[in-house]
């Protein structure tokens, strides 16, 4: 497993005066640092020696989000008043359900 397909993130963290680097498939680890590039090689470090734990403990380690399939669906439940909301949007603009919450959700 390559630690460097996981998917990290560097912030300020004002709370802490330091930048603080997390990996959206391990969410308990953070590293703090100094900088944004010894804070992302501290997390690149912990990460590594997680996953080397998790393989000597027999235990399953995460798959990177961009190497994880996705088919492009998924099922959200919605009250139905929102529900006829957007299908009458969808009606008015002369687009399918599915294409309205599609250009909605790329929005956000």
């Not at 640092?33 to 403990?57: K, P, S």
Request: charged residues 25%; hydrophobic residues 45%; proline residues 5%.
């Amino acid at each position: 497993m390559n630690v460097e397909h996981y998917t990290y993130r560097v912030t300020w963290s004002a709370d802490d005066g330091e930048f603080v680097a997390t990996c959206a498939e391990f969410p308990s680890l953070s590293w703090l640092a100094d900088t944004q590039i010894q804070a992302l090689e501290g997390l690149d470090a912990l990460v590594a020696d997680v996953i080397e734990d998790l393989r000597a403990n027999g235990e399953p380690i995460p798959e990177p989000i961009a190497e994880r399939h996705y088919s492009g669906r998924f099922n959200v439940r919605v009250p139905e008043s929102l529900h006829r909301e957007l299908a009458l949007a969808a009606a008015e603009q002369g687009v399918s359900l599915n294409r309205l919450v599609s250009d909605k959700l790329a929005r956000v």
